[in-house]
């Protein structure tokens, strides 16, 4: 089976996993015992209000009717997700604007967790059953039982309260939110289009002779074919230097946001703003990180200790090959691959420890989203949270899989 | 390893049943003491906000969890296993509608999930339980599915077929059992996480009511304000009970499992 056709059968089998998904969160939220417009009123139950309400809701109608609107709200661009019991408002628009926050915090520390993992997985088998091995084995299973929020809190309180080092918890507030999606506004700079491009122009030359220095290493004919290549060296170079000078000269013309903080920021030529993201982002993504690390740890070990005892290894170390180059070099790119699979697994536990996290440090994410509105009965705004939870974890199941049959072609077998 | 885990989870299990005895005050008693006064002699574990001895608390906080995460993994076991040897030995169209149901099941966030099924169950001990079982189930299904699909195809299986035992007689006798030691060492690990997802639960505000009974869930999440404050005597010794406990589960499966499948260990 080619590389193309694995893909499209795996799209094609996520297609039944996505409906089952949206079936199985309609059926907990509205057919399961526990009706949400009488769970939202609680012990205070007007009639008239609860019909109201369920009106307004679209909740009197037949549960299938109201299954098939569900699903074709769901299938609009943009999605509709529901009202709010709150206020009657479409919940998209807080969903979609919550969500980056909740995926730059996952990014982060799913990042976090990996590096912890390589590095003391690999530290570990390298002393395998040597006390250093034992630590590291002990800490992979610690971090794995404490609950999530309590580490969050003691974080909290030794780096933010006791040295000060980081903030307690917030980061985005409501006014920062900026709107989310990939906006681009591209202004005119104030000294014209001609400047960047002519400015650029040493830079476009510089690209021109980088380019023939490597087309002569590599041993390239330089009449036409390598004076052709350093030319389009040439002009892509100039371009997009006189892309980014043009960037800088118009501060504030060129906006580019996509709700990803540290990303936004760095964009902007912001190194301030990029400082206070990361600053906010540390103790959250750090907590996440290290629940999380015990996993790979253990994983990135057993891994490293099976590969180093094969042939290649051996015959590497026979060669008078480095240890560190033998580790680090060879053994670690073979112990890689199941790393990437456990990232993929490990996603969903990470988003449901990161509503934890966001709970404890008020991050304001789709987890914060989710708790806020438990404690505000607010059960259709739950459901819409968890819809949006589910699909994205299919949608990285789905790019890590075919990332995987990209990188290992046996699985496409 | 085994030991050790099943040392810590016992003797949590004893304190708990004994709180009752061993407990200086009633858990429940307001102002015993001074609110927010620090460990002491009188108050080892200090007490909380309603002046509430925290040794107390810790002493009887376990019940809860424990009850919850015997419930859940006894509602694993009485759905994931029946279904998922159904699934694997009858094969067919149930097997496909089963695996298809089960791996959307696994592929959600469980957190997520049981927060979602929670929200809508209300509160109590079987509720809790109850959401906490649905995420779990999966593993238990496709455990005992990929298990079952091996041994069916051993020749041993083969053997007892062939001098005629029945369909039920091959399942219950000659397979299952192959199949327990992998569902002990998943119970185990389950169990841990069980604990630590009620505990998530509790935080989230989907524990059982306040105030009951004592519950180291609540207690932490209760101390977390006073925690920034200063106190951190409130959450700090609910939070390493329920490490203990989640630590000991853990223990107890990783030690299980190499005990089980020797093969596994380097």
């Known amino acids: 089976m080619g590389l193309r056709s694995y893909i499209t059968t795996r799209i094609i089998l996520t297609i039944p996993m996505i409906m089952l998904l949206l079936t199985i969160v309609f059926v907990v939220v509205r057919v399961l015992p526990g009706d949400p417009v009488l769970l939202h009123f609680e012990k205070y139950e007007d009639p008239e209000a609860v019909q109201a309400m369920r009106r307004r809701l679209g909740m009197d109608k037949p549960l299938i009717i109201q299954y098939f609107e569900y699903l074709r709200g769901l299938f609009n661009w943009p999605p509709d997700l529901g009202k709010s019991m709150q206020d009657f408002q479409p919940i998209a628009q807080h969903i979609f604007s919550a969500f980056p926050a909740t995926l730059e915090l996952a990014i982060y520390s799913m990042v976090i967790a990996v590096i912890i993992g390589l590095l003391l997985g690999v530290r570990a088998s390298r002393s395998y059953n040597k006390p250093l091995d034992h630590i590291i084995r002990a800490f992979g299973t610690i971090t794995y039982a404490i609950p999530v929020f309590f580490l969050g809190m003691i974080l909290q309180l030794t780096f933010g309260v006791g040295l000060g080092w980081f903030p307690t918890g917030g980061g985005r507030t409501a006014a920062e939110m900026e709107p989310v999606g990939l906006t681009l506004h591209l202004g005119i700079p104030a000294e014209g289009f001609v400047s960047p491009l002519l400015r650029s122009l040493p830079a476009g030359l510089a690209f021109w002779v980088l380019g023939l220095a490597v087309l002569r290493w590599k041993h390239v004919k330089f009449w036409r074919k390598g004076f052709l290549i350093s030319l389009s060296a040439f002009f892509v170079g100039w371009l997009v230097w006189a892309l980014g000078a043009w960037y800088f000269m118009c501060a504030g013309g060129l906006h580019v946001s996509t709700g990803l903080y540290t990303i936004d920021s760095l964009l902007e030529g912001n190194i301030a703003k990029f400082a206070q993201a990361v600053r906010y982002l540390f103790l959250p993504s750090l907590t996440l990180g290290l629940v999380l690390c015990g996993v790979f740890i253990r994983m990135v070990r057993s891994n490293m200790l099976e590969t180093l005892r094969l042939d290649f290894v051996t015959a590497g170390r026979a060669r008078g090959l480095k240890e560190r180059v033998l580790v680090y070099g060879y053994a670690l790119r073979n112990a890689f691959l199941p790393v990437l699979t456990m990232m993929g697994l490990q996603f969903a536990a990470l988003l449901g420890g990161a509503v934890l996290t966001e709970t404890t440090f008020s991050w304001p994410g789709l987890g914060g989203y989710i708790s806020a509105k438990i404690m505000q009965r607010d059960y259709t705004a739950i459901q819409g949270a968890v819809v949006v939870f589910g699909l994205f974890v299919a949608l990285v199941s789905l790019v890590v899989d075919v990332l995987y049959a990209y990188l290992d072609p046996r699985i496409r077998l | ?266």
């Not at chain 2, 304000?225 to 200063?230: I, T, V, Y």
Request: include cysteine; glycine fraction near 10%.
């Open chain 2, 1 to 266: 390893m085994t030991l050790i885990g099943l040392v810590m989870v016992l003797s949590i299990v004893v304190m708990t049943l004994l709180a009752p005895w061993i407990s200086p005050h009633d858990p429940n008693d307001i102002n015993v003491g001074r609110p927010y006064s620090p460990p002491s002699f009188q108050f080892p574990f200090g007490t909380n906000h309603l002046g509430q001895d925290m040794l107390s608390r810790v002493f009887g906080g376990g019940a809860i969890m424990l009850q919850v995460a015997f419930l859940s993994v006894l509602f694993c076991l009485l759905a994931g296993v029946p279904i998922g040897l159904l699934a694997s030995y009858a094969g067919g169209i149930f097997d496909k509608i089963s695996s298809l149901v089960m791996d959307s099941l696994y592929a959600f966030p469980g957190l997520v999930l049981a927060i979602a099924i929670a929200a809508m169950m209300g509160r109590g001990v079987v509720n809790m339980a109850l959401s906490i079982a649905v995420v779990y189930v999966p593993s238990y299904f496709r455990i005992v599915r990929s298990q079952v699909l091996t041994i069916k195809e051993l020749p041993y299986t083969e053997a007892a077929r062939a001098t005629g035992a029945k369909g039920h007689t091959i399942l219950f006798r000659y397979i299952l059992p192959n199949v327990v030691p992998s569902i002990v060492v998943l119970a185990t690990v389950n169990f841990a996480d069980a604990i630590l997802t009620s505990a998530g639960l509790t935080f989230i505000g989907l524990g059982v009511e306040k105030g009951e009974v004592p519950d180291w869930g609540w207690d932490l999440t209760d101390g977390r304000a006073s925690l920034l404050g200063g106190a951190w005597w409130i959450a700090t010794f609910p939070g390493i009970m329920i490490i203990l406990l989640a630590l000991g589960f853990t223990l107890m499966g990783e030690g299980l499992s190499e005990l089980l499948n020797p093969r596994l260990e380097q």
